[in-house]
């Protein structure tokens, strides 16, 4: 690495299990994998300079700004902390983040976290990613994630000629080599009429091209060449890094080809100074939430647009774990599980047992050098690239990861949430959003039953939907507002048997969703839709469609009041050329929003600590965990000690304090609901301490008269059957 | 190495922004700080944004990042920060020598969320202290338990807000100045006990885009470049039961780690000027504690009138205050402009109910010789 001030080293790793639904907190499933770590890099949370964490969307945890609900489980108590974040490919980019604070010299050493609780998201974790489409110009079609992925899966086969039976290796490989990984949530031995047989849910994909929805966390420590020299075991080094992140405008790009992955990739290697990379990388862990990613993601790693090379590897064995070109050897998301950002941790990690020799069950019989991660995020749209390196000759002695098994990894399972305390809430969350000039007059083409554009004076593109200025000519401002065409050519589609939130259409019902490149524009610029009028097994990529418009009277102002687009007829006219109109001219009548909400409920479980806690209020009892190493008892009890960051037994070592005997140290008597309306009347709200424990339990105080509240009242907490903070009343 | 700001861009701030986009709103800052470096958007490497997803309404938000400010397609990644804590990652970004030229961008649409309390109860801990009532009830704890414990009394939180709406009426850009005395806002409507509806900034919208840079050459071609000096960022407990709410541990950790790396041994004579977080306006004070900074809200304090003037701006408040602390140091802040300021700080707090809190230098003339 040329330029940089500091080599980085990865000298210690940790992870939970990847299970469906964990009965651990997001922070206990941090601090256990912290635990690890550290552990593992013989240093105690004392000697962290800094920490950073990745998680994917709050969507998933269910907490608004979760980066900060996950500081105590990260170890980041006054500490420098923050919380990096690029969808999908967020695990990759957090050691590139970590990296950032040891290359630049302002740190020694930097902790890594990667945490995921996508479970606490009900009905089902995909609800949550109807809202990843942007609010004003797709969420009304009601798309989830499983459409866009089958959408690029489908423009993937189209361009480079793949069968569904070809693709499905993938997740064969993935799932066998899963076999020997602790963490493991879905490792098999299957084939690939298994995986073709699995059910069709959104075609091409099937059940079994898709990874699982998990919890779990990842956590690594990073630090610079002196330190990671004097550490005992054998370090594997940071060499190359790369991020790239493409236009959110997806319907504006060919999807089968990600560039912004290459991009990615070629940053990394001229980091580390790779000449021929597909020789001096001697295993692949490419992102393969879908078994078709890993492909795609390969033709971009290898930077080859024509994805011959990937396609004679597959077919050829090479990515087997003994083959040329091993693919996934941790078994990867299709095997270990999705959790989505320690996803891609576990995938660095990977690198560190590979190229240590403690991957144990899983270690490659050849002797490796280097080896590469990606992930892959957003809408089509992020790629994020690590390269890492073996110090030569030198192989951990330490046998702790080689002999991992499932039940040494922390992470406990459960079935149904039901099965233990849990708290259920509805969040209300609205929004209203501005459409500014471009969007207004985009939405009032819809009402008029037209498809609005506008051209770049620059490069001339005719752009939909309408911008007010071009991303790709240095934010050239547009004026130029045009009625397009309602005919277009498919570029790519799915066939589709679930609903956006994951549910199963049924009655053998069927959505046709499309990207439509519409006419007047220039290649790769289209729009996405609903397809109908038509026999599903008749669409196909290239077929000519015209839109079908909603009468007049119930047109609002929505891309819904195209309704759908239908093949061509013979009979309609297809000489219709551009238009060019006014736009709409902005006043306090004319400027709208668009209506937007987060329609997701949550399920939370009360977690280790919090289970035991309230199964004890429940008896009248108040119990807090007990720190042997700070000597320190915990309220509310937690299953780990945030300033050790060591595990505590909240069931064998809870120590019992007595309820009646607490203390006011902070109150306020508040005046409004939850969501800011009057409340009927005042609340007082109480901060408790109580003696023998550090820390306190916040409630509700019952009292006939608020102004006599004062610090140091002594207030007794009351049992309550019930689970949640609602239910922690004091009196 | 040196970092210097190499252009700064602010849209903002309104009430409401209903003409505008987001898109369109930072778009506006964005082309205003690259004209201001010189630059194309081209140029640029890639960008830094910092905001959160239920804000921003997305699921995914750093999906929606590169287009408005021209960098699709470059190194851009999202932190879930304030702004200073974006550009204190970014330059660290630039220091490991691999960038020379990135943006830093943040933005609210505040007017757009229909729900913010709901929004902002959702950040609280399910298990243990997401209540039925206002999610500013913490802010409630807190100045009772600062009033309690400091040296300060509910009247010198009273009349911050009175002193910052002061100020607020001479700079054009904030929305909320105004001539308010102490006790009207002590006798005002109470929220959560001791805070009353007047401690608490108002709702804004805006962006803010920054340039940063490294190389001489980019640095000679800034209209009016200023340098970095020191950052620094640190996070209180986020297990609210077992943190102090009468200190901002955060602010104090942060404050100790910019000032070391910019040569500060005495905040009270070493900054000219000082910018700090006044969301609710007991953490005002409470951060010019943590900073070690006597004597309260004086004149070289918020100039701008800060949040309680200029409104919660959510993720780019630092960002603003940033913007005007710049302003400052190139003698642009209008009618007040503080004298020939040399080096001011800026600290930015979350809000409620984090205390992740961080501080950034900057100073007129460059301190550290390559
Ligand atoms: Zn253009
Ligand atoms: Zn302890």
Redesign the pocket.
Known sequence: MSNSANRVGVIGAGMTRFVRRAKEAPGELAAKAVEMALDDAGLTINDIDAVCHGTAPDAFDGVHMKGEHLIAGSGGVNKPYSRHFVGGGTGVFSPIHGWMHVASGKFKNCLIVAEEKMSPCVPHPAGAFLTIFDHTTEQPLNLTLLHIFAIEMCRFMHKYGYTEEELARVSVICKKNALGHPAAQIAKETNVEEVMNSPLLSWPVKRLDISPTSDGAVAIVLANEEITRKHCKAPAYIDGVGFRLDTAYWCTRDLAYPEYVANAAGDAYRMADLSNPEKEIDFWEPYDPFDYKALHHMNGLLQDPTGKRVKELLLSGAFEKDGSHPLCPSGGALGVGNPIAATGLMKIAELYFQLTGQAGARQLQKTVQRGIAQAWGDLMQVGTVVIMNADKGTVSTSNKWKEMKKEDLPGTALKSAKDVPFIDYQPDIRYSWDNGMALTTYLEGFKAGKIRGSRCPSCKRMMIPARAFCEECNLKEVNDYFDLPDTGIIKTFTLSNVDWDSSMLGDGKVNIFAVIEIDGTQENMGLVHRLMEVDPKDVKVGMRVKAVWKPEKERTGSITDLDYFRPLLKSDATDVKPVRVKPVELDSVTAKSFPGKIPLDYRYTAGVAGVKFYEDLAQGKLTGTE?S??N?VHIPPTAF?E??M?SLDSDGKAKELDPDKGKIVGFTVVTEDRSGEPLAKPEVMVQVGFEGATGTIFGKLETEDPSKVKTGMGVALQASRECGPNHLIFK | MDVAVLGIGFCGSFPKSEGLSYRELIRRAAVMAYNDAGIEASQLEGAVSCEEDFVSGYSISDEYVPDQLGVQKKSVYTICGDLLHGLSSSVMQLKTGQFKLIAVSSYSKASNILTKNEVLNFAYDPVWNRFDVTPNYLAGIEMQQFVEKSKYSADDVAQVVSDSKAKGLSNSQAPYGANLSASDVLNARSVASPVTEPMIARPSDGAVVFVLGTEETAIKKARKPVFISGTGWSSGNSIIERRDHATSPGTANAAKMAFAEAGISNPNKDLDGIYVSDLYAHRCLMHLDAMEIEGGLNGKINPDGGSLSNGDLIEANGGARLYDAIAQLRDEAGSHQLSSPKRVAVQGWRGLPTDSCSVVVVDRERRIQS
Do not use: A, P, R
């Open positions: 720190c190493c700070c320190t000690c300033k050790c060591v």
